[in-house]
């Protein structure tokens, strides 16, 4: 076969090779230039595939369950006096089996309450915070996969439960504990009826332990199934497939209404039922008594955001070096299409570089996010699944950043540069202009504005989460040691407790010993309507949140009493009486603090005086206002200890109160904690968001650095000429570097209102979920400004330096 034959049958392969050649030759001549834009876009695509992947994992809660998309959370809003005052994820027990009985639409229902306390066998103790009372219906609904047992008869009678797999483990070891028993709290037996699988992470539910409903109707009587009153029951409803859930929520409020009757103003008008579809519920709920921290939509989708940003900023950077070459690669287009090359040819020559390029990146990326992903789980506080071989959305991410990169970023520049004339190319090549400004300008000009937007968006954040941190709380909650009471007690427990303290207070590093039914850091559980005063009507009552404690607690955390007194020894009956703080002094609605004192009131059918006014403090974090507080006397309240310790001797003092409490509660597990911590987990999300939100943050302004680094060679070559002219005519190197400075500068000041614009509406935004939060100031505008201005003028300065002090002899015969 002649050589002209092969031309005309296998043109295709020979011309793929040219450009193939072509392409590498490219890379490696602009090695510079190739590396910045490899180096940006592995950046920007790491960053891109770790935070899909972790979007992809918040997104997947629930998703395991085969009814999901049927199942629904009732969760419940409490109202008085109109006004909206508590939101229960946990709500009353009647309401599902109710609308179960009541209303076709639902198929089937299932309610819980969670427990914890002490699992114990033999010499195994354990304190369990994943209990579940749960009905016979539960894994009917939820797919939970029971490995052993009967899904319809191992919850059926008192005292049964299942439990998962690690549990059995953990208590068992690899014995079968089908038809053994745990002890509970020291008294009660639990034989095990059946053995799930572990819960998948992504689920809002991590049951460990599911004890029988009959269990609590035992201990609670038969009412606890129809109480209306009686908060802290989930209740999820399975409602038929043809059912429109918002349709059928609307019929809610009349049939309740029917339904309680009179019960309804004793409530103050006071109960909404709202259903959650299952798979929202993590990302989208934050109420009381939630049955596991959730996570936050917002947050999830702004570094989202930034990871779309990221990625956007590197193709920014390809787009600009290389068409910021465009007078180099003008004769060599120019020189083919003479030639007789065509532009779909040419066309194709620059998207294959393009292709290689992005390839490369990728490559590169794959690698980085294998070695940065125990950093980044670190960071956000998950363990997420990278495996390259299990992970087919690992793949999918690589393919779509690849295929969107490949084509956006290369586009451009290939119809750019393949657009070129040959008379023009050989005459001197301006750049493409849009409405008088260089498309080059734009793009730079767009990545000055996301760097302004991400470092406001950093200080904000960060100057919230330091606000909230440092902020003065009203509550002293410095070098306090917590234990965590015991579950298993018996009659003896007051002597037991009061020795336990004297022994303690023994310790010449541990101050003084405080117990309570809840520590500074948490919204208290005990939440109380129908709280009047005695010569008030019923209707006149008011919701309130109680906390017992004795008579150390107020000394102890530093509380200030505004008016009247402490609960104390010196007087009797203090069970008898409680404390306001201010907030409820005012719902209560007496016109001062001293108008309150030796007030009675009723309270769950018993009457108290009040004693004394406690100024507000914050008992939650600054994320929430402060709420109207009753505090009763519990001489042995069992859920808290706080000990006060000698931060000098925190380790001493911690094994010292570890031996004693050995001695005194050897039948419970010895748990501890240390209050700052506690209270600063309230703050956990926000400080993973502001974390990870700074991190990309930063590789975006250093992706951005790496292209006007690129950018500022070139335009500095470009200008080599004008400067030796200038400096010719008089002007010095130091003018000639202030020239070359103030071309980024002002392209900085350009990209002001665009980038701080949207960073103060999203920010603006963003504190309005803080109750308490900073005030966006100055700091705001003038500290992104500058730190981006010295950032371009340190990362262009050493390449503007050397151009103007280039000698222009040499820089007139360059040109």
Request: glycine share 6%; net charge negative; proline share 3%.
């Amino acid at each position: 076969m002649s050589r002209k034959s092969i031309r005309i049958f296998n043109p295709q392969p020979t011309m793929f090779r040219l450009f193939l050649l072509v392409a590498i030759r490219n890379l490696l001549n602009q090695r510079v230039s190739s590396f910045v834009n490899i180096l940006g876009l592995a950046i920007g695509m790491t960053a891109f595939i770790l935070i899909i992947q972790y979007v992809r994992y918040e997104l997947s809660y629930d998703d395991f369950h085969v009814k999901g998309e049927r199942i629904y959370r009732v969760q419940q809003d409490r109202y008085n006096k109109g006004e909206l005052t508590t939101q229960w994820a946990a709500g009353c027990s009647a309401v599902g089996h109710a609308l179960f009985e009541n209303f076709p639409e639902v198929e089937n229902f299932t309610r819980f309450q969670k427990w914890s306390g002490v699992f114990s066998i033999e010499e195994k103790k354990f304190r369990e915070e994943e209990i579940y009372i749960a009905d016979t219906s539960f894994f009917e609904i939820f797919s939970f996969n029971l490995l052993e047992g009967d899904p319809k008869t191992s919850l059926m009678n008192p005292m049964e439960m299942v439990l998962s797999q690690s549990a059995a483990r953990k208590y068992f070891g690899d014995k079968n504990p089908i038809g053994k028993s745990l002890r509970f709290n020291g008294n009660i037996e639990f034989m095990i009826t059946g053995i799930f699988g572990d819960v998948p992470k992504n689920s809002h539910l991590k049951p460990d332990f599911v004890v029988s409903w009959a269990t609590i109707v035992q201990f609670q009587g038969a009412d606890i199934n129809t109480a209306w009153q009686w908060d802290g029951f989930f209740n999820y409803i399975l409602l038929n497939p043809a059912t429109d859930y918002k349709e059928f929520e609307a019929k809610i409020p009349a049939y309740v209404e029917a339904e309680l009757g009179e019960d309804m103003d004793r409530w103050s008008a006071g109960v909404v039922f709202n259903l959650q579809p299952l798979m929202s519920i993590h990302l989208n709920s934050d109420f009381m008594f939630e049955a596991e921290p959730n996570g936050n939509a917002k947050s999830v989708y702004a570094l989202l955001a930034i990871s779309i940003f990221l990625v956007i900023i590197a193709w920014i950077n390809y787009i600009n070096l290389t068409s910021s070459k465009s007078l180099e690669r003008a004769r060599e287009v120019g020189m083919r299409k003479v030639s007789g090359a065509l532009r779909k040819q040419l066309l194709g020559q620059f998207l294959l570089e393009s292709v290689i390029v992005n390839l490369l990146a990728m490559i590169l990326a794959v690698v980085l996010v294998q070695l940065f992903n125990p950093f980044f789980n670190l960071l956000t506080g998950e363990q997420l699944d990278y495996s390259l071989h299990l992970n087919p959305g690992f793949w999918a991410a690589i393919l779509l950043v690849f295929l969107l990169g490949a084509f956006l970023s290369g586009i451009y520049p290939a119809l750019f540069l393949s657009s070129f004339k040959p008379t023009t190319v050989f005459q001197g090549v301006s750049e493409l202009k849009i409405g008088g400004l260089g498309m080059r300008r734009i793009l730079v000009i767009f990545q000055f504005a996301s760097s302004l937007l991400l470092i406001a968006g950093t200080l904000t954040v960060y100057r919230q989460i330091s606000f909230m941190k440092n902020h003065d709380l009203g509550v002293n909650i410095d070098n306090v040691l917590v234990l965590r009471g015991p579950s298993v007690n018996d009659s003896t427990y007051a002597e037991t407790f009061n020795a336990f303290k004297s022994e303690l207070s023994r310790h010449p590093d541990i101050e003084m010993v405080a117990a309570s039914t809840v520590v500074p850091g948490r919204q208290p559980s005990w939440n109380a309507g129908g709280i009047r005063r005695v010569n008030e009507d019923e209707d006149e009552s008011n919701q309130y949140r109680i906390i017992g404690f004795d008579f150390n607690f107020v000394d102890f955390y530093g509380l200030s009493i505004l008016e009247g007194r402490n609960f104390s020894e010196d007087f009797g009956q203090n069970s008898e009486t409680v404390l306001f703080n201010e907030s409820a002094i005012q719902l209560m609605g007496f016109e001062d603090f001293a108008s309150a004192m030796n007030v009675p009131i009723y309270f769950w059918g018993d009457t108290f005086d009040i004693v004394g006014v406690v100024k507000d403090y914050h008992q939650e974090g600054l994320k929430v206002l402060q709420e109207p507080l009753v505090f009763r006397f519990f001489m042995n309240a069992s859920n808290f200890y706080s000990i006060r310790v000698n931060p000098d001797n925190i380790q001493e003092a911690l094994t010292y109160v570890e031996e004693q409490w050995r001695v005194f509660f050897s039948r419970n597990p010895f748990e501890y904690f240390f209050l700052e911590d506690y209270y600063n987990e309230q703050y956990r999300n926000e400080t993973r968001f502001g974390r990870v939100f700074s991190l990309f943050a930063f590789l975006a302004i250093f992706i951005a650095c790496l292209g006007l680094f690129g950018l500022s060679s070139y335009t500095t070559q470009q200008r080599t000429r004008e400067i030796g002219i200038r400096k010719v005519l008089g002007s010095s190197a130091g003018n000639a570097v202030l020239l070359l400075i103030r071309y980024f500068v002002v392209q900085v000041l350009i990209a002001v209102p665009f980038g701080l614009g949207a960073g103060y509406y999203f920010m603006s935004g963003w504190i309005q979920n803080f109750a308490f939060r900073i005030s966006i100031g100055w700091w705001f505008f003038v500290a992104p400004i500058v730190i981006v201005i010295l950032i371009a003028i340190l990362t262009v300065s050493s390449q503007v330096i050397k151009t103007a002090n280039v000698n222009p002899a040499e820089s007139l015969r360059y040109e």
